[in-house]
């Protein structure tokens, strides 16, 4: 007689809390009111939640983490990545991130625009930042071991920080960026890296001109959009 196979329940993963955490947001237009209730509808137990986040603004954090994962992940699958200069190595970095966030946008354009208070939308980023400014400082060391002299290093703090600070900036443009395949993004990021690498490397500033150019004309289109 043949006997009935005993099924045993997947376990559920981080990945899969944050899928279901994502899919819930944007159907419903809102967080879930409690974890509890979340919890019910995506039929784990509140104990298999907390196994793997705190609460939901952990959970929100560890989101932009997976985002900068799975960037990192696609640039080292680039066997020649290591072996490019450090500015391609930036650039890289960013576009594929705001591949990323382009693939995430509804998401991402939620989260970041939830509350009244822009600081409030930002706290999510504070693992992330972490995550960027390391990024940067490998960058800034790798090419400070090239350097005989003290002098002529490049201070860590203040690039880690910088790459912080340029990302911040291109997001906001990206969220409000209009043209086809965020096409102006793309070059703003360009724009940018550049900039920043030339200060870096003390190099003519007319890169900086450059993108001081670009910004006065975007800025300028904008505004006569909207008079």
């Known amino acids: 007689?043949?006997?009935?196979?005993?099924?045993?329940?997947?376990?559920?993963?981080?990945?899969?809390?944050i899928?279901?955490?994502?899919?819930?947001?944007l159907e419903h237009g809102k967080t879930p009111p409690t974890i509890y209730k979340f919890?019910?509808?995506i039929k784990c137990t509140e104990a298999e939640f907390y196994q793997l986040f705190g609460s939901f603004e952990g959970l929100k954090q560890q989101i932009w983490t997976a985002l900068y994962s799975s960037t990192v992940a696609t640039l080292h699958k680039d066997k020649d990545f290591e072996?490019?200069?450090?500015k391609d190595k930036m650039l890289s970095f960013f576009f594929t991130m705001f591949g990323n966030l382009t693939?995430?946008?509804?998401?991402?354009?939620?989260?970041?625009?939830e509350h009244s208070m822009p600081l409030k939308n930002l706290a999510q980023l504070k693992e992330l930042r972490i995550h960027i400014r390391q990024f940067a400082t490998?960058?800034?060391?790798?090419s400070n071991e090239d350097k005989n002299y003290k002098i002529t290093k490049n201070p860590v703090?203040?690039?880690?920080?910088g790459a912080w600070v340029q990302f911040l900036f291109l997001l906001k443009y990206w969220m409000d960026d209009t043209s086809p395949a965020f096409e102006k993004t793309d070059v703003a990021i360009e724009k940018s890296v550049k900039a920043i690498f030339d200060v870096f490397e003390t190099t003519?500033?007319?890169?900086?001109?450059?993108?001081?150019?670009?910004?006065?004309?975007?800025?300028?289109?904008?505004?006569k959009s909207n008079s």
Request: hydrophobic residues 40%; charged residues 30%; glycine residues 2%.
């Open 83 to 86: 072996n490019y200069p450090n």
């Open 39 to 41: 919890c019910k509808d």
């Open 138 to 142: 490998e960058l800034i060391e790798e």
């Open 157 to 161: 703090q203040l690039f880690s920080e």
């Open 19 to 25: 899928s279901e955490y994502m899919d819930y947001v």
């Open 1 to 17: 007689m043949a006997t009935a196979k005993k099924t045993t329940k997947k376990k559920i993963s981080d990945t899969d809390i």
């Open 204 to 223: 003519p500033l007319e890169s900086i001109i450059d993108f001081g150019k670009f910004l006065i004309k975007e800025n300028f289109a904008f505004a």
């Open 103 to 113: 693939a995430n946008r509804s998401y991402v354009l939620f989260v970041l625009q």
